[in-house]
């Protein structure tokens, strides 16, 4: 049955994501929240499915945690889940992206359409100038967007030693807004590199912001520290969970 529902799930998203990378075909030339609004329905959609076809529950923490206005999300990143998961937190999300993304036909028009940030991971110091000065406008814009970054910059599976980066310090500190960091368990039901999907509650936790002005090195010891913390006893949670379901 595992091995079913996970099929079953997986055919379901992708065409979701079809149907939905094709509805934004009609929303290129109107204001970029008309992309977004079907960015963030089919998140809601993706992330519907999941408990009547995986058995998959979610739980929130600290959602009441995430200020208004302008500021820098830093998650971790475990699995797929997170990446239309994030879409349904914020008013007016833009992710810090790898450039590839945007070149793939209908779903890269639609994340260049909704501001997403590309970053040439091959460039060096020149991407991070790049992304930052893109960043810098991007919270400007508006009411000022939440930029969503993964600092790790690639799925890591659950309980891997971390590989933060610091580009999220340098981000953090040339644009003098809030730092929200997202501890989560997601990899142990949503695993990457697998099509399998594990019936469970994946937690997703916001921690406390750190605000802004801090010394860039103090910042990114202690995001690391606190991000690691937190989700290292939601993975210690889930895996019992499995283990109590005989999936450990």
Known sequence: ?????????????YLNTLVHSIATVFTLLLPRRCVLLVSKSWAHVSLW?????????????????IPPGPLLVACKHQSVWETFVLLTLVHDPAFIVKRELI?????????????MIPINRGA?????????ERAYNELRRGQGRQIIIFPEGTRRPAGAEPKYKYGIAHLYGACNVPCVPIALN?????PRRSFL??????VL??????????????????????????????????????AAKGLG
């Open 1 to 13: 049955m595992l091995v079913i529902r996970s099929i079953l799930f997986n055919v379901l998203f």
């Open 49 to 65: 499915l999941l408990k009547p076809v995986c058995g998959i529950d979610i739980e929130w923490r600290g959602l009441d945690k």
């Open 103 to 115: 070149w793939i036909p209908l779903f890269g028009w639609a994340m260049w359409r909704g501001g």
């Open 124 to 132: 060096g110091s020149a991407a991070l100038t790049a992304m930052t």
């Open 186 to 190: 997601s990899g142990l039901f949503w």
């Open 197 to 202: 999907r594990y019936p469970g509650t994946v």
């Open 205 to 242: 936790e916001v921690l406390d912001p750190i605000p802004p002005g801090l010394d860039p090195d103090e910042f990114f010891k202690r995001l690391k520290s606190d991000l690691e913390s937190a989700t290292a006893k939601l993975v210690e949670e889930g895996r019992r969970e499995l």
